[in-house]
């Protein structure tokens, strides 16, 4: 995984807590000793490690710390990427763009990172169907994101998100529609 998205983990975690909690999962994690730095690609272990320590830690599982990370991401993400967004985009306009704007962008960049392969399916003008395909297993960080962007757009009391299949597979199908 990107060292970007630790950097991104690490604030996250130092501001919805506190420096001293992210410390307190670095330790936990076996990883007290490692900087994270953005040009670096990580074992994906190491996030699959503090995710899990963040789980015990809170009492929260994986899957909705994935997500409450995701919507955290979009204004970093929305920034990193403006060039690649049209400005008529709004949410299902981001998703169905981002495989071959962002994704793209990464794997050209970067051909050691591995973001996951989105498969877009628009099925009319307010409602698509994402299948979400990684070996990392962590579509709760894309339910996440689909969730920030409806934010960013102002779109998010009309947006509804429902993984229509078990959120930790390899293959996880995510509805997306708006009211």
């Known amino acids: 995984m990107h060292g970007h998205i630790f950097m991104l983990l690490k604030r996250y975690v130092q501001t919805q807590y506190d420096h001293s909690t992210w410390l307190k999962l670095m330790n936990n994690a076996g990883l007290e000793k490692l900087e994270f730095d953005h040009k670096t690609v990580y074992p994906d272990k190491h996030i699959y490690d503090l995710v899990g320590q963040a789980a015990e830690m809170t009492g929260l599982s994986a899957g909705e710390l994935q997500e409450k990370f995701g919507e955290y ?25 981002t495989e071959m704007t962002m994704h793209k962008q990464v794997r050209s960049e970067h051909t050691e990172n591995s973001p996951p392969v989105l498969k877009v399916q628009r099925l009319g ?55």
Do not use: C
Request: hydrophobic share 40%; net charge negative; proline share 4%.
């Open 73 to 97: 991401l979009v204004p970093d993400l929305m920034f990193m990427y403006q060039k690649h967004i049209q400005p008529e985009w709004k949410t299902l306009d981001m998703i169905e763009n």
């Open 125 to 179: 003008e307010n409602e698509l169907v994402i299948d979400y395909v990684s070996s990392r297993r962590m579509s709760g960080l894309a339910v996440g994101i689909v969730r920030g962007l409806a934010t960013y757009f102002d779109e998010a009391d009309r947006i509804d998100v429902l993984p229509t299949t078990s959120e930790d597979g390899e293959q996880v199908s995510i509805h997306v529609r708006r009211r």
